[in-house]
């Protein structure tokens, strides 16, 4: 029995579809399961020397009226941590949130020790979920965390209030009028999908890590400065109506990575500018 084959919880959706395809190019043996399958997880996990937990069913906004969603997120993580403890060589990544666990960072850009002061329910879940994770990283599991940054790039699907890069690229395509909550001076992180990918299968190259690791690009725009970058992209002009700002919403957030590029002597490649041409291309053509 093999313990060389990786485990994607939550493998269908944008991170995961894209990790899985890496790590099937590279010939690793590669499980996606969905939260809906927890009756196979049993049957799976055995089998898999990595696990990389993605899954997650709320997104910032979804849960910010009713708490109470982000309970399938806790309960689902908390099965998964109690079937690992009779796996002590499995090594789990557990994705968390690097754009909301900070809440506003006192300072910036926020590194892997800046205090968990998250500002809305998802935010909070995440730290929950980090909090279970150390519980079983200090009995001497392998565990990972990750906080990514604003996660865009080719294969991301358009989520009602969720990615900013892809829904400004939909109103775009679609000319339709363009929301932001606030004056669109909310500073922001943002990470293209291949960087993401590289540095995720890095650490599944190192099966004893147990390190948190911020993953990001290290350089903050505000969103009215990523909407001149899609208008210029794009070649088109975004129709924007502007709301009173939300409770909850972070003003700022940048993150530090340099514990990771240490690590895996990583760095993000990807500007934004060209990212988001890439993801215009893609969406135009897939999309």
């Not at 995961?16 to 399958?37: D, E, F, I």
């Not at 865009?152 to 339709?176: D, I, N």
């Not at 990807?270 to 135009?284: C, D």
Request: aromatic residues 6%.
């Amino acid at each position: 029995m093999t313990r060389n084959d990786v485990l994607l919880l939550g493998g269908a959706g944008f991170i995961g579809a894209a990790l899985a395809a890496r790590l099937k190019q590279v010939n690793k043996p590669v499980h996606v399961l969905g939260r809906q399958q927890e009756a196979q997880l049993e049957q799976i996990l055995p089998r898999c020397g990595t696990v990389v937990h993605l899954a997650c069913s709320t997104t910032p906004g979804a849960s910010a009226t009713n708490p109470g969603m982000e309970l399938a997120n806790l309960t689902f993580t908390l099965r998964l941590l109690d079937l690992l403890k009779s796996q002590p060589e499995t090594h789990l990544i557990f994705f968390s949130s690097g754009g909301t666990v900070y809440g506003n960072p006192r300072m910036l850009p926020a590194t892997e020790d800046s205090s968990l002061t998250p500002l809305s329910n998802y935010g909070a879940s995440k730290a929950s979920q980090e909090a279970f994770c150390n519980a079983l990283r200090a009995a001497g599991h392998f565990i990972t965390i990750i906080r990514p940054s604003n996660a865009y790039g080719p294969g991301q699907t358009m989520k009602s209030g969720f990615g900013l890069v892809r829904t400004m690229l939909e109103h775009a395509r679609a000319g339709t009028p363009l929301e932001i909550w606030g004056d669109g001076e909310n500073i922001r992180d943002f990470i293209y999908i291949d960087d993401i990918v590289d540095a995720t299968v890095g650490l599944i190259d190192l099966p004893k890590d147990s390190g948190t690791y911020n993953l990001g690009s290290g350089v903050g725009l505000s969103i009215n400065q990523v909407r001149g970058i899609v208008e210029a992209q794009c070649g088109r002009s975004l129709h924007t109506i502007f709301w009173p700002g939300r409770y909850g919403d972070v003003r700022s957030v940048v993150l530090d990575s340099s514990r990771l590029q240490k690590k895996l002597d990583w760095q993000p490649t990807v500007e934004l500018a060209i990212g988001i041409a890439r993801t215009w291309a893609w969406l135009n053509t897939h999309g």
